[in-house]
C-alpha cells in the first residue's frame, strides 16, 4: 500500500468509551484522522458520537449490519463492540477490504480467534489488536533494554495484576462482566490479556508449549457476607455504612464511578447524583446489590504458568479485591535482571558485579519515568498508553513502518492462546500442550 498524507478516515462500530478514547485522535490532529461515521445499537451513543465529530443523518448507522449494507466507505474501523460481537462484527469488515483496530479481547474462545486470524490472512484489511500496554513508556523502555541484550537470556518472567476492591466488585461481582455466560470473557481473558500479550511480546515470538493454571472464586461468595446483611445496599442493608463494598461509597460517591461497566446504556443520559441514586435502588438491577448475595460466577483470583519452547517459564498472578490497583514485573536473565511496578513509573535494572565485597556484588539501576500516568478507575490511560496507540494504528493504515510495539493480530495470538489454554487447564485441573 503506497504511504499517504490525507487523513485516515474512520467508522467507529460500538461506540463505547474505549472507542471514543481512540477516535478522540480525531479531534487532536484532524491531519491524521478523520471520524466518517458510526454504527451503534444505542441512539444515546449515536447521537452523542455525531454532535463530537459532526456527523451527518446518512454517517449514522442504527446497526452493523446496516453499516455493512454500504460497503468500504472508509478507510479503517474502530471496532469497540463488546467481547462476544468482535469476530462477529470484523469478519465482514476483513470482506470489505476494511483496516481494523480492534478492542481485547479479540476472541471470547479457541475457535473464534482461530477463525479472525485466517480471515486477515485472506483479506487485504489489516486487524491491530488494542493491547495498549505495549505502548506504555514504561514497558516500552523494558522492552528496549531487552532487545538491546542488558540483561541477556531470559531466564524466567514473573507479572501480577491486582486489581482493586472498587474496580473488582462493580465490574466483575455487579457489572457486565460477573457471570461467564452474559459477559463471555473470563476475569482473566478480559483484564490480563495485556499481561499475557506484555509476556508473549517480551519473548519475541518464541512460542509457548506448556500451559497450567489455578484459581477460584474464593472471598466474593454468601460465606463472607457480614452478619444480618441485606440484599441492596441502599435499600435494606444496616450494614451498608461501615461496609468497604457500599454501592454509595463506591459508586455514587464518585460521580458515577463505572457506571460504564454497570449501566452502560445511561452513560449519555441524566449522570447527576440523583439519577445514579436512582439506579443503585432499583432492586431489577445488579448495581447496588451486596456483592456477596450475587449471582457472580467469575474467579477472584487465579495463577498462570507457561512453558515456552526455550525453557523460559513465565508466572502470572491476578488477584481481584486488592487494596491498591498494580502491575508488577520481575524479569530475570542471564546477565542481571529488571524489576519495577507499572503503576509507580519506575524499575530497577540488576547487574552482577563479581568483583565487589560479598553484600554489594550487584549493581542497581534505577529508572524513573516521570509522573505516575493516570492508571487507576474508569478513565484510566494505561499509563499514557491510549493517547499513544492510535498513532500507530495510523502508521499501519497509511503502509508506513509501524512501532516496536504494534499489535497486529499475528502478533498477538499467543498471549490469547496462553489465556484460552489457562482457563481450560484451571477448569480441568491439567497441565495444557499447545501442541
Known amino acids: 500500500m503506497e504511504t499517504s498524507k490525507a487523513p485516515v478516515s474512520a467508522v467507529i462500530l460500538g461506540a463505547g468509551h474505549r472507542s471514543h478514547c481512540y477516535a478522540e485522535l480525531a479531534l487532536k490532529r484532524p491531519d491524521l484522522l478523520k471520524i466518517v461515521g458510526v454504527a451503534d445499537l444505542n441512539p444515546d451513543r449515536i447521537a452523542y458520537t455525531a454532535k463530537r465529530f459532526q456527523l451527518k443523518p446518512e454517517q449514522c448507522f442504527a446497526s452493523a449490519e446496516e453499516f455493512y ?17 468482535h469476530v462477529p462484527t470484523t469478519l465482514p469488515l476483513l470482506e470489505l477490504g476494511y483496516d481494523v483496530l480492534l478492542e481485547k479481547p479479540f476472541a471470547i474462545n479457541e ?56 474496580h473488582y466488585s462493580s465490574v466483575f461481582v455487579r457489572g457486565r462482566w460477573h457471570r461467564l455466560e452474559e459477559g463471555k470473557s473470563t476475569f482473566l481473558m478480559q483484564k490480563c490479556c495485556h499481561d499475557l500479550d506484555l509476556i508473549s511480546w517480551f519473548m519475541s515470538g518464541i512460542a509457548p508449549v506448556r500451559v497450567s493454571s489455578l484459581g477460584s472464586l474464593n472471598y466474593f461468595n454468601a460465606a463472607h457476607a457480614p452478619e444480618k446483611s441485606g440484599t441492596h445496599c441502599l435499600v435494606n442493608c444496616p ?92 524479569i530475570i536473565g542471564s546477565k542481571g535482571e529488571i524489576m519495577g511496578i507499572f503503576d509507580d513509573q519506575k524499575f530497577t535494572v540488576t547487574r552482577p558485579r563479581p568483583e565487589a565485597p560479598i553484600g554489594q556484588e550487584y549493581d542497581i539501576e534505577e529508572i524513573d519515568l516521570g509522573p505516575k500516568g493516570d492508571v487507576s478507575g474508569a478513565t484510566a490511560s494505561h499509563g499514557g498508553a491510549d493517547d499513544i496507540l492510535p498513532y500507530d494504528f495510523i502508521s499501519l493504515v497509511r503502509g508506513e513502518t509501524p512501532s516496536i510495539s504494534c499489535t497486529i493480530l ?26
Open 69 to 85: 449494507r454500504k460497503g468500504r466507505i472508509a478507510d479503517a474501523v474502530i471496532n469497540g463492540t463488546g467481547d462476544p460481537q
Open 111 to 166: 475457535t473464534e480467534g482461530e477463525a479472525l486470524a485466517a480471515a486477515a490472512a485472506k483479506s487485504s484489511g489489516k486487524v491491530m489488536i488494542c493491547h495498549v500496554l505495549r505502548y506504555a513508556p514504561f514497558y516500552v523502555e523494558i522492552k528496549k533494554r531487552l532487545l538491546a541484550g542488558e540483561i541477556g537470556d531470559i531466564f524466567s518472567i514473573t507479572t501480577s495484576e491486582h486489581v482493586s476492591y472498587h
Open 239 to 330: 450494614c451498608e455504612k461501615d461496609c468497604l463494598y457500599s454501592a454509595r461509597k463506591l459508586i455514587l460517591d464518585h460521580d458515577g464511578l463505572w457506571l460504564d461497566y454497570l449501566a452502560p446504556e445511561l452513560v449519555y443520559r441524566d449522570r447527576s447524583r440523583p439519577a445514579v441514586e436512582a439506579v443503585l435502588r432499583d432492586t431489577s438491577r445488579n448495581c447496588g446489590r451486596c456483592v456477596f448475595k450475587m449471582d457472580n460466577d467469575l474467579v477472584d483470583r487465579q495463577h498462570v504458568t507457561i512453558e515456552f519452547a526455550s525453557g523460559v517459564l513465565a508466572t502470572h498472578e491476578l488477584v481481584g479485591g486488592t487494596s491498591r490497583p498494580m502491575r508488577k514485573i520481575h
Open 410 to 435: 499475528e502478533d498477538s495470538l499467543n498471549g490469547h492462546r496462553i489465556g484460552f489454554a489457562a482457563d481450560r487447564a484451571m477448569r480441568e485441573r491439567r497441565v495444557i500442550d499447545l501442541n
